[in-house]
């Protein structure tokens, strides 16, 4: 069985319900977002495969 797990979408639910839960870190959780999303772009860690 193959898993194919995409990073950024990944990150992105983690900071909504992040923010859902704790809105006074709005800011820290935008900039630690852009900042990740930044880095997987320029690495491009777009895809993991877990066997």
Known sequence: MTINLALAPLVSLIAGILILVVPRLLNYIVAIYLILI??????????????
């Open 38 to 51: 930044g880095l997987i772009g320029l690495f491009g860690g777009g895809n993991f495969n877990f066997r």
